[in-house]
């Protein structure tokens, strides 16, 4: 399908059009079509823009990346598909490496998925088949299946468009979780240390710019940037946001 740059909801479509070709080849779950919509209708209450709030944890994320000992990005069959190139750099940057964790693992998918990382740049992809030989203890679902050298030996781990329930066995394995996700008020984000409510499509670029910004800082610096930053208050400002601009349509 060829949409029209003028088209007024062009970058949305796109996106979507992402996902559907993703589906096709067998990267996209049929879920994860389901998991967008949800994503899109807090996007459409927020303005389809980022906000301060996803700004302050964009910068803590960043400063939380470069302190790390051992940063992983786990990579879900939704963000291979919209972002690979800015998972993939990202991951560069920072010195770490991606894994692919899939919620609805199957081998074929898996391979694909690295398949097309390793099309954007990665030298390496964690996670597939027999190299998540890990399990996330107190975890049902398929993405219990951790790689050891990945995920398992992580101290910071990026968790985009997450399910609650992993991004809260990691925080109780003891890592740092940094989430991506619209919704502020969903399990992932109340669990992770730095919640990024926003697009992955907006967060992505901006995460990768703001690291090649904080790489000129030192330590103790960026350190700082870390410790003064409150998730929680930080959450309640992306809400804030949401009423905020649904206040216009109010009249108020
Ligand atoms: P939780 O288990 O954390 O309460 P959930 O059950 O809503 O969350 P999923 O059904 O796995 O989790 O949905 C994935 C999440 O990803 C949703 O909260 C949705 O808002 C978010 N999401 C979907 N697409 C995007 C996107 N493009 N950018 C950022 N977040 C997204």
């Known amino acids: 399908m060829i949409i029209p740059k003028s088209h007024p909801r062009y970058v949305s479509l796109k996106t979507r059009e992402q996902l559907v070709r993703g589906n096709r080849s067998g990267i ?65 940057a920072v010195g770490g490496d991606v894994e692919v964790n899939l919620f609805h693992r199957g081998s074929d998918r898996e391979k694909r ?55 809260s066995a990691l925080h109780r394995m003891g890592k740092k979780v940094i989430a991506v996700d619209l919704n502020p008020l969903s399990r992932t984000s109340r669990s992770a240390n730095v919640t990024i409510v926003d697009n992955i499509t907006r967060a992505l670029p901006l995460l990768n710019r703001e690291v090649r910004r904080l790489r000129r800082y030192d330590r103790k610096r960026l350190s700082r940037i870390v410790g003064s930053f409150n998730n929680e208050k930080n959450i309640v400002l992306a809400v804030k946001e949401i009423t905020r601009y649904l206040d216009k349509w109010n009249g108020t």
Do not use: C, W
Not at 113 to 121: E, M, P, V, Y
Not at 123 to 135: E, T
Not at 143 to 151: A, E, K, L, M, N
């Open 28 to 92: 996209v779950v049929p879920e994860g079509l389901i998991a967008h919509g949800r994503g899109e209708a807090f996007d459409y209450i927020l303005g389809e823009k980022t906000g301060q709030s996803a700004r302050n944890a964009i910068t803590a994320a960043a400063a939380l990346l470069l302190t790390a000992r051992r940063p992983v990005i786990s990579v879900n069959g939704n963000t291979a598909a919209l972002v690979p190139g800015e998972l993939v750099r990202l991951a560069q």
């Open 113 to 167: 998925i690295a398949r097309t990382l390793r099309r954007f740049g990665a030298s390496r992809v964690l996670g597939v088949g027999k190299d998540a030989s890990s399990r996330v203890p107190r975890l049902a679902s398929m993405r219990r299946q951790i790689d050891p050298s990945g995920i398992g030996d992580a101290d910071v781990v990026l968790v985009p468009l997450e399910d609650g329930d992993r991004a």
